[in-house]
């Protein structure tokens, strides 16, 4: 199995060893591969939609052939609701929103606070995430972009524990990426920037000048700033 940039990101994320549930699986490729490579003994696949957990046990059953037996489970449910607290230590949810990631949490509080270790690549509203993740006692400790067919995507991972407090904006920007500056630091500062951008035009447009306005305006300012200091 070949993963894409993105997945063999969050698979390069793994600890060896770890027991692990893959939240949302679609195909599958990803518990797939995590077996075929050894990082993983077990895996857990989770997927709440008919049509996608029909693709994963039809990868599973042709991932068979190769030696996969039994070694990745497909269950049908939601989120977390999928395992016993207790169960599993690492947790990986990609390619889902925000929104949606935070649900999947709060919607298994025991099984949640039962995890070791998550693995969040959030199509949208990472900020939401990491925000959740700081109020609700998750420590990031690691973040990686990663470029993908073109597009840029955050990879957050996290560890229960109390977290340093920091600046609001590190919310958007990514605390552990601000920190250790890598090269696609740039890119992703010029899209939130243009995000913000655009934000302000529409309500701008919509001659919509309330107190959200100046606090986008407040933000683009400080992602500007940071833009600066690279
Ligand atoms: C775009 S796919 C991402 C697949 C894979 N995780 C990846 O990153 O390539 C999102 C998948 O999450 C599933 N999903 C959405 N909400 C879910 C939930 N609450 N529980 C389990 N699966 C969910 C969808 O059915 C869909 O198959």
């Not at 600890?15 to 195909?27: A, F, N, P, W, Y």
Request: with cysteine.
């Amino acid at each position: 199995m070949r993963l894409g940039a993105r997945l063999q990101a969050i698979a390069d994320l793994v600890e060896q060893g770890t027991s692990l549930v893959d939240i949302g699986t679609d195909h599958a490729y990803l518990p797939i591969y995590l077996v075929e490579k050894k990082i993983v003994s077990r895996a857990v696949a989770g997927e709440v939609s008919d049509g996608p957990y029909k693709a994963a046990q039809q990868t599973i059953d042709n991932a068979k052939l190769q030696g996969v037996q039994g070694c990745v489970q497909l269950r049908l449910g939601d989120g977390l609701q999928v395992i016993e607290p207790g169960e599993i230590e690492t947790a990986v949810m990609a390619g889902m929103g925000g929104a949606t990631i935070i649900g999947i949490l709060e919607g298994a509080p025991r099984v949640a606070h039962s995890l070791k270790r998550l693995i969040i690549q959030p199509m949208v509203a990472a900020a939401a995430v990491r925000r959740w993740l700081f109020d609700n006692g998750w420590y990031i400790d690691n973040e990686v972009l990663v470029v993908d067919d073109g597009r840029l995507y955050e990879i957050i991972t996290a560890e229960q524990g109390e977290a340093p407090k920091h600046e609001e904006i590190l919310h958007d920007i990514g605390p552990v990426l601000w920190r250790r500056k890598p090269p696609l630091l740039a890119m992703h500062l010029d899209q939130l920037i243009q995000q913000t951008h655009r934000i302000l035009n529409g309500m701008a447009a919509g001659n919509n000048y309330s107190d959200k306005y100046y606090i986008y305006a407040e933000k683009l300012s400080q992602l500007e700033a940071k833009k600066a200091c690279l």
